[in-house]
């Protein structure tokens, strides 16, 4: 459980300080991009490292599922899937998406574009991380 609230902390912090440190790219344009692509492939290794802990997490949920019987389509499990789906397209799959367009607008200088695209990325981690804690409070697994 420590994992899931250290990446946690991760995601949130280095999406932000890479949002803030792209818009020092955007007061002086003359600046090195080597900071931004270190903070981008920062953001990218921490996505991808809360993906993988989401996976492994969901198989486990999944086969202490199947070995207590429980009725998969009860009202709690059914509405912790609806859950389940929105924290994994909102909070890994765009984040991994958009951390993927970052890096390459970085890669090309276009420091304006990359700011705006992690506009929306925090708002993508704040959304998936808040869903991932609600789903740690009402499974007690860190999605």
Not at 55 to 72: I, M, N
Not at 91 to 103: C, E, K
Request: hydrophobic share 55%; charged share 10%; glycine share 8%.
């Amino acid at each position: 459980m420590a994992h899931g609230f250290f990446l946690s902390a991760l995601a949130l912090g280095s999406v932000v300080i890479c949002m803030i440190l792209g818009h020092w790219y955007l007061i002086d344009p003359g600046m090195s991009v080597r900071h931004l692509k270190v903070m981008a492939a920062i953001f990218i290794a921490v996505v991808s490292a809360r993906s993988l802990l989401g996976g492994y997490t969901s198989f486990l949920v999944w086969r202490d599922l199947a070995a207590s019987g429980t009725d998969l389509l009860s009202n709690f499990v059914l509405i912790t899937l609806v859950f389940y789906g929105q924290r994994v397209l909102f909070g890994l799959v765009a984040p991994l998406t958009l951390s993927w367009m970052i890096w390459q607008t970085v890669k090309i200088r276009s420091t304006q574009s990359a700011t705006g695209i992690l506009y929306v990325a925090v708002v993508f981690v704040l959304f998936g991380e808040l869903l991932s804690h609600y789903l740690l409070v009402s499974t007690g697994y860190p999605l």
